[in-house]
């Protein structure tokens, strides 16, 4: 093995280096992952053009971004080398919310709220680089028939998992998602397998909604553009219709969109539970009319990162339960990365998720 890799180092808003920098040294719990395929996040976006801080000392770079990833196994720490859990060669995916295992909340096993959790492409060096190194614990065992460029997904789609059960679907319920980008494809997946006897996926385009029925929306309801096949005026009117004239059980917000949030309220009733798992801005609130939610039985819930999630969805991808193909629309390579970035931000072409492929 070389001593130096190529990685795509993240200096400040705009600056983006692909270079040659050292392969990163193992401490006794980690292991060296060779990357294969690095999904690009919405929050790696929001990094480089500068909206949102990285979670280091002083929220700035150098740093190389990328949290959603997959890879073989490079070298093995003592510990996990000692306990025979890796070798050399084996499939990953990788967790990278590397939480801390000591601290109240991880004792309860919340470990999404750990306040001493280190995130790999946020706090620490990410993967977009030829290598990085990630603590054994976090580091997850994939069979070979699930390819490289799906596990890349599996962060995105454990937090989707997490949110669905927080839903707590039963047994033929009516499911609304409001998202049809990466995430509400996921979740329309994971409610159809949970259970849902009939889902509905709201969006704003035509292309995301038809991926949507393809993937096992039951309707789909497009609320922006009155030029769809699927366009409709009042959300809540038409789930009442679908719906045998009852409002949904369920309901899933996988955007920001602060009209969706609140819209959540009109498409359910009563003993209904909403999940909000889409992050708005800091200063967005929401109306809750609380006289109407006690008197109805609501329940509002809200869904973050993707704790004790990541077997059940190793197995619903290994199973098939849930197809990742068609939210990869675009690939490119590590040193189009900046590039990758500004198309998958600014570029108007139908698309939903772009990967980066190694090899």
């Not at 949110?163 to 033929?172: E, M, P, R």
């Not at 497009?222 to 059980?249: C, F, M, T």
Request: hydrophobic share 40%; with cysteine; charged share 20%.
């Amino acid at each position: 093995m070389s001593d130096t890799m190529k990685a795509q180092v993240f200096y400040e808003p705009l600056v983006m280096k692909y270079e040659d920098v050292p392969v990163p040294e193992i401490m006794d719990n980690e292991v060296l992952v060779k990357l294969k395929a690095v999904s690009i996040c919405g929050s790696d976006v929001s990094y480089y053009y500068g909206h949102s801080p990285l979670d280091t000392a002083d929220g700035k770079g150098p740093l190389y971004l990328g949290h959603e990833a997959s890879g073989v196994v490079a070298k093995v720490g003592k510990i996990p080398e000692s306990l025979g859990l890796f070798a050399e060669g084996d499939r990953v995916t990788i967790n990278p919310v590397q939480q801390c295992n000591a601290c109240p909340a991880c004792l309860r096993g919340e470990f999404n709220v750990c306040p001493n959790c280190e995130v790999i492409g946020v706090s620490v060096n990410g993967c977009f680089a030829e290598y990085v190194r990630v603590k054994y614990t976090h580091a997850y065992k994939i069979p070979d028939n699930i390819a490289f460029e799906h596990a890349a997904l599996f962060e995105p789609l454990a937090c989707s998992t997490h949110g669905v059960f927080d839903l707590d679907i039963k047994l033929g319920q009516t499911v609304v998602v409001y998202g049809a980008g990466a995430i509400g494809l996921f979740m329309t997946q994971l409610a159809k397998a949970a259970g849902a006897g009939v889902v509905v996926t709201i969006g704003t385009r035509d292309y995301n909604l038809d991926i949507a029925k393809d993937r096992g929306a039951d309707h789909v309801l497009n609320i922006r553009d009155k030029a769809s096949k699927y366009y409709v005026e009042n959300a809540a009117d038409k789930v009442k219709e679908l719906n045998g004239g009852d409002l949904a059980q369920r309901c899933i917000v996988a955007t920001s969109n602060m009209d969706a949030l609140q819209d959540a309220l009109n498409v359910t009733g009563a003993f209904s539970t909403i999940v909000y798992f889409g992050l708005p801005s800091p200063d967005d609130l929401l109306k809750i009319p609380v006289l109407d939610a006690i008197q109805s039985e609501r329940t509002i819930r809200f869904a973050w990162l993707a704790p004790l999630v990541w077997d059940n969805v190793i197995h619903a991808v290994g199973s098939g339960q849930v197809d990742l193909s068609p939210i990869i629309t675009n690939r490119f390579k590590l040193d189009e990365l900046e590039d990758a970035i500004r198309y998958m931000a600014e570029s108007k072409d139908p698309k939903i998720k772009g990967v980066v492929i190694f090899d």
